[in-house]
């Protein structure tokens, strides 16, 4: 690192962009084992991560930069387990199907118990969408969400089932970009305030502790005229969390969960 001529902060500023020898030498321990046993070396990948954290006092972005390497194959970290037990009972509502469980982990189970649904077929209806009142396709990718046509014609949507669904209505979208860029044109075309004649609204907040609060309140809504909970795939909402009879007489998902590239 050439640091001649420069001030301190220039110093400084270029430091954090290279790795400490600590951080360089633990890399280099966990690649050395990763790839000294050719059995497992396609097992595992190196990602680069650079994301803004903050601002800085002159309003630049501070950055946050990691080196991860990635372990793509659950039957590694599950192999130690397995080996180490004698029995191992696995509960979830999300394992079936469960041959592909079972060879994503390659182990066989013995006994394998599938519950039924806790209701009835005449109970759940699903239904998909391709267009919207208007006519528009509902194509769900990045340059369709920057439409205003889209998210009219979705907002829209949006609208006609909170009209016919009582006590809680769900909505997922697939970033927290596109949920606070569809909520804002709500807003603005007036859509958001005939959702709110029928129902109380609500968003998902990236913050836990608002996020928490806002949960209390949802619930709540949920049991008196109803509400709406604007949330995203993989956020908090979508995880860990039983949105129980009239928490969810209606679940819309919009597009499908995968990781947006531009984000």
Sequence with gaps: LQTQNLTKAQIAERRSRFLSR?????????????????????????????????????????????????CMDPSLAFGDLRDSCKSIILTSGTLSPMASFASELQTPFAHKIEAKHVIGDHQLLAMVFESGPKGRQF??????????????????????????????????????????????????????????????????????????????????????????????????????IDFSDEQARAVILVGIPFSNYKE
């Design 22 to 70: 600590r951080a360089l030498s633990t890399l280099g321990a966990l690649i050395t084992g990763v790839w000294r046993s050719k059995k497992h070396e396609n097992s595992f990948r190196m990602a680069y991560v650079r994301k803004t954290m903050s601002k800085n006092i002159k309003g630049k972005d501070t950055w946050m930069e990691k080196v991860s390497l990635w």
């Design 139 to 240: 194509l769900g990718n990045y340059q369709n969400q920057q439409s205003l046509q889209y998210q009219d014609d979705m907002a829209n949507g949006i609208l006609e089932v909170v009209k016919c669904t009582p006590a809680g209505v769900l909505v997922f979208v697939g970033s927290y970009t596109f949920m606070n860029r569809l909520i804002d044109r709500c807003e603005q075309t007036g859509v958001m305030d005939k959702i709110r004649e029928h129902k109380g609204v609500f968003q998902e907040s990236q913050d836990k502790k608002t996020f928490a609060t806002d949960m209390e309140h949802y619930t709540n809504a949920c049991k008196g005229r109803g509400a709406v909970l604007f949330a995203v795939f993989r956020g908090k909402a979508s995880e860990g």
